[in-house]
């Protein structure tokens, strides 16, 4: 680890150290369980929600392609596909109506820790270890070995990206889903704009937050490759967590909160049903992304075409 | 045989056979019509038969048979259309003027109301009133030996193509609305170019008789789109979104929608292909 640079957040460097690994596991009670099930649950929901949605609309968007012209027919038609994208936008916006809860209820009890440690709010500390990994990509540096609170600098990015694109993919949806209602209290031309704005949006949608960045980050990533389990499986092993996030792990410590995290692993056989399940939708998800890559890499043909 | 017998049985011999052969005077003619089709398409059915250019277009003389028996015609007789035409190698007393009657006017005799409107139409208009040549007359858009009913799925998927002969720059934008993204995918509930402009009365939109003129096009659009209101029919179906001259202001958020999506691509991109380079260089994905 000696040409791992730690240490490169400030803040951890003024902490006491953190008891071993081994002693703060208590009653058999070894992984941490980073997201609740409620959590859990909204994440596979928008999983399943959001694939769908791309599945039915894209088409829609390059109808003008033999593949979306085969593929439309393959699921029924524009019709059906209509219907199943609008099931699945109410979904979407039933995992969304959860979260916006679940962020008044963290923003009522947190009592002023919402700026603090573990915070979803970009900061200084950000910026540095973005300018650190950028520097090892060039490599101008050694790999760094980035001392995080709860969220990454990646996270936090795609979370924010993604709260504003839902709320631009909800708000101009439901105007083309309404457009008569719509068209009773604004212009025509607000119609437009929602076109426009609801098609790129799912371009940078999937493209983005997608194939660069929340596929990547989650399953492709040398740490996570193929796919990190903190989604899934609710328990990661202390010892990997408390060295990949090692600040919150030691601000639980200190603040006494880590026991709230402690889980005991999975038994034998829930272990093997899970492994089913993991290799199943890690299958899927390997999948998706190798299409939706080829896909991004089309558009940017076509994109480089047209000049 | 007495000879009131014998005129009586003549007489009423002669009367069955006037009327054998002139009463069903129409119905024999179809019969023997038909007989007539047959010989047409003794000549037309080869597919070898040459061309004729009429107004500068060249025309097959051929006639696709199996096209003609699916048509909606196909129990009407050649001559209904062309009239006057003998089953033999045509005159030019036959042939003169032919086309023009074939494309407009003997459609007339039993579509009288179409051809009304169409006469008091935009295109009816051009055609008959000032001898543009390229406007649309019957043929153009119903075909000829082909014609098929308006209303079936065939038809109304053809629509657009057939107005963007004329009015490409109206057909592309209007392909790149939900409407014409569904029809290119094989929905038959959106509407195609007819449902809202008409079709034989199309007026221009300046004309307050037009279906999209600004007081008939909330109506329109409520064909379909119920409580549709003068705002909601405001909406720009014929935008063309790569120019600024259509509409300033869909190009402006298209723009900064490419922008917003080449910068974020390119970062994303390679974020993402160093991160995964540098991951295997240093081999950390074969740590098992």
């Known amino acids: 680890m000696a040409s791992v640079e730690s240490g490169i957040r400030d803040k951890g460097a003024a902490l006491e150290p953190a008891p071993p690994v081994a002693q703060a596991a208590v009653a058999g009670r070894t992984h941490f369980r980073r997201f ?11 999983m399943v929600s959001f694939s769908t949605l791309v599945l039915t609309g894209m088409p829609l968007k390059y109808s003008d392609q033999a593949w ?9 038609g524009v019709q059906s596909a209509g219907m199943i994208h609008r099931f699945a936008a109410i979904i979407m916006v039933s995992c969304v109506i959860c979260m916006l809860g ?70 101009t949806g439901a105007i083309l889903w309404y457009p008569e209602a719509a068209g009773r209290y604004l212009p025509g031309i607000v119609i437009n704009f929602a076109l426009v704005n609801h098609s790129g949006g799912a371009l940078l949608a999937m493209g983005f937050v997608v194939v660069f960045w929340h596929f990547f980050h989650a ?41 709230e995290v402690l889980v005991a692993p999975v038994g034998e056989t829930r272990m093997k049903v899970q492994n089913v399940v993991w290799w199943i939708i890690t299958g899927a998800a390997l999948f998706l992304w190798a299409m939706f890559s080829l896909f991004v890499v089309w558009v940017a043909s076509l994109w480089i075409g047209s000049f | 045989m007495n000879l009131r017998a014998f005129l009586g049985t003549s007489l ?16 024999v003619e179809f019969s023997l019509a038909h007989g007539a089709n047959g010989r047409c398409l003794d000549c037309h059915a080869e597919p070898d038969l040459g061309t004729i250019v009429v107004n500068g277009e060249r025309k097959s003389l051929t006639v696709d048979e199996t096209m003609w028996h699916d048509s909606a015609h196909s129990r009407l007789d050649c001559t209904a259309c062309h009239a006057g035409f003998q089953p033999r190698e045509h005159t030019a007393e036959e042939t003169a003027g032919w086309y023009e009657q074939a494309k407009l006017t003997a459609c007339s005799d039993c ?47 053809a629509v657009p193509g057939m107005c963007g002969r004329c009015h490409g720059d109206k057909e592309s934008t209007y392909l790149d609305t939900y409407h014409g993204k569904s029809q290119t995918l094989g929905g038959m509930t959106t509407a ?74 390119v970062f994303g991109g390679l974020h993402c292909f160093l991160y995964f380079y540098r991951g295997l260089r240093e081999g950390l994905y074969s740590r098992g």
């Not at chain 1, 609740?36 to 928008?46: E, G, K, L, S, Y």
């Not at chain 2, 011999?13 to 119905?27: D, E």
């Open chain 1, 68 to 76: 979306a012209q085969r593929w439309m027919g393959a699921i029924g």
């Open chain 2, 111 to 157: 579509h009288a109301d179409e051809f009304t409107m169409y006469s008091g139409s935009f295109h009816g208009d051009l055609v008959m009133g000032e001898n543009d040549k390229r406007a649309p007359s019957c043929a153009d858009c119903h075909g000829s030996h082909g014609i098929v009913s308006p209303t079936s799925p065939a038809f109304r998927a």
């Open chain 1, 219 to 259: 399953h492709l990533r040398p740490e996570a490759f193929p796919m990190d389990k903190a989604m899934y499986a609710g328990g990661l092993p202390l010892e990997e967590y408390a060295h990949e996030r090692p600040l919150e792990y030691e601000r639980r410590v200190r603040e006494g909160t880590l026991d």
């Open chain 1, 102 to 171: 679940f962020f008044a209820r963290v923003l009522i009890k947190s009592k002023g820790h919402f700026w603090g440690p573990g915070t979803m709010v970009p900061d200084r500390q950000d910026y540095q270890d973005l300018k650190a990994m950028v520097g090892w990509f060039v490599g101008r540096r050694s790999r760094p070995h980035l001392q995080l609170d709860r969220y990454a600098y990646y996270e936090k990015g795609e979370f924010w990206a993604a709260s504003a694109g839902v709320t631009v993919m909800c708000v």
């Open chain 2, 192 to 265: 195609v170019c007819t449902d809202c402009h008409g079709s034989h009365s199309i007026l221009p939109q300046s004309d307050p008789a037009s279906t999209i003129s600004s007081e008939n096009v909330a109506g329109t659009c409520g064909k379909c789109h119920e409580h549709a209101s003068t705002k909601f029919a405001s909406f720009l179906v014929h935008v063309d979104r790569s120019t600024p001259k259509s509409s300033l202001w869909v190009w402006l958020m298209e723009m900064s929608h490419s922008v917003l999506i080449g910068v974020l691509f």
């Open chain 2, 12 to 27: 009423a011999m002669a009367l069955l056979t006037v009327i054998v052969l002139a009463a069903p005077a129409g119905a």
């Open chain 1, 36 to 46: 609740t099930a409620f959590q859990r649950w909204v994440h596979f929901f928008i």
